[in-house]
Antibody, heavy 119, light 109 residues
């Protein structure tokens, strides 16, 4: 059974850093495209970042230069390193599996982890 | 970037009603569109992909149609479990960014 479990969220001051984790089971993270999608309180979904199976990474303009997506193949885990956090980064962050290279939509999602950026 | 616009933003309906939600793209995306359902406090759930393909396990009362710039999600006979927020998502190009519509909240009349 495919499962994604996020962790690492919390309350952080503006300018701070946080690393989110997404532990996967039932499939191999490194063989798939994996993404982070966020949702600000009461708002819609916003794609954040993707890492391809080959290792290429892409980011939304809103986080480019501040966030870094990575994975640990030995732990079958996806990460999102978030630096220089701003109030507008406050959101629930979901990790999600991309169906395939030619089908860039999401078939499995984690339960989400809340990041609150506030002083 | 391709912009996705859903309408209406909120839809009030009753159990048994047939409802349609529209999603428009700012440029042609062929049939590269997915639909998700999200309930409060939960992750989105994939319903439809490639505009009209039903994800495994999704009830047949859900259907999708359209191509190019205009797409619809139809629920043929609303069930109590269907009251939720629905999002469209385009995946036209091989590389990001991918974009979501702003969502349509389906509420009980």
């Amino acid at each position: 059974e495919v499962q994604l479990v996020e962790s690492g969220g919390g309350l952080i001051q503006p300018g701070g850093s946080l690393r989110l984790s997404c532990a996967a089971s039932g499939f191999t993270v490194s063989s798939n495209y994996m993404s982070w999608v966020r949702q600000a309180p009461g708002k819609g979904l916003e794609w954040v970042s993707v890492i391809y199976s080959g290792g290429s990474t892409y980011y939304a303009d809103s986080v480019k230069g501040r966030f870094t997506i990575s994975r640990d193949n030995s732990k079958n885990t996806l990460y999102l390193q978030m630096n220089s956090l701003r109030a507008e980064d406050t959101a629930v962050y979901y990790c999600a599996r991309v169906v395939s290279e030619w089908n860039f939509f999401f078939d499995y999602w984690g339960q989400g982890t809340l990041v609150t950026v506030s002083s | 970037d391709i912009q996705m616009t859903q309408s209406p933003s909120t839809l009030s309906a009753s159990v048994g009603d047939r409802v349609t939600i529209t999603c428009r793209a700012s440029q042609s995306i062929s049939s590269w569109l997915a639909w998700y359902q999200q309930k409060p406090g939960k992750a989105p759930k994939l319903l439809i992909y490639k505009a009209s393909s039903l994800e495994s396990g999704v009830p047949s009362r859900f259907s999708g149609s359209g191509s190019g710039t205009e797409f619809t999600l139809t629920i043929s006979s609303l069930q109590p479990d269907d009251f939720a927020t629905y999002y469209c998502q385009q995946y036209n190009s091989y590389s990001p960014p991918i974009t979501f519509g702003q969502g349509t909240r389906l509420e009980i009349k």
